[in-house]
Structures are given as C-alpha cells and as structure tokens.
C-alpha cells in the first residue's frame, strides 16, 4: 500500500507564493506521472498541473499558466507545485495524485481511478 502526504499549504495575501510539497512512500515515483489537483468549496475537484516521470511533459490548468510550477526530484520520491502571484480564486484544498501519462500531453490531467484521495493541503489566498 502507498500513500502521498501534501504539505506547505497556508494562508497567504494575493500577490503571495507558496510551495507545496507531495512525499510518496511504497510508490516508487521513478515510474509515475504525478499530479496537482484542488478543490474549492462547492466546486468540482480539477487537475492544476501534471508531470510525467522524467519531468520532460508538463500540463498546466489555464488559469495557473505563467504562475505555477510543477517539478519532482524522483531522488527525493517528491513532487512540487511552485505557486506564486496567487489570486483568492486559488482558494482550495490541494491534492497530489498519480495520473494517466497521456494525460500529461492531452487537454487535463486525468487521476488514476483508482486513486484514494488523501487529506490534501489547504490554500486560503485573502488580504
């Protein structure tokens, strides 16, 4: 049995950045596509950024392009998400995920089914 553990989450002003952190332990990220999800209140969950195993294809959510920054250091069996110029519409829990590798290329980063959310991390963006 695996498990990932997202951590950096907080309060922040607009304008602000964060760094959350994704650690893996039983899954060797060597192997997986990994992705950044969030969750506001009252709204769907949605893909933020994936990453495939090399770190070579990189998919973003629109709305984050320019501002988030994907990256993992398999050494470390963690993945990040650099989030910086951050807006109240950021508000959410976010969660890391493995995901389907071709989804790292198609129009949203797509979890694995079978995947058993964790306890996320919160983002609260206000002044």
């Known amino acids: 049995q695996y498990q990932l553990v997202e951590s950096g989450g907080g309060l922040v002003q607009p304008g602000g950045s964060l760094r959350l952190s994704c650690v893996a332990s039983?899954?060797?990220?060597?192997?997986?596509?990994m992705g950044w999800f969030r969750q506001a209140p009252g709204k769907e969950r949605e893909g933020v950024a994936c990453?495939?195993?090399?770190?070579?294809?990189?998919n973003y959510l629109d709305s984050v392009k320019g501002r988030f920054t994907i990256s993992r250091n398999n050494a470390m069996n963690t993945v990040y998400l650099q989030m910086n110029s951050l807006k109240p519409e950021d508000t959410a829990v976010y969660y890391c995920?493995?995901?389907?590798?071709?989804?790292?290329?198609?129009?949203?980063?797509?979890?694995?089914?079978?995947?058993?959310w964790g306890q996320g991390t919160q983002v609260t963006v206000s002044s």
């Open positions: 990453i495939n195993s090399s770190g070579v294809r990189i």
């Open positions: 995920a493995p995901v389907v590798a071709k989804s790292t290329v198609q129009d949203r980063c797509a979890p694995w089914e079978s995947y058993s």
């Open positions: 039983g899954l060797n990220l060597d192997y997986y596509a």
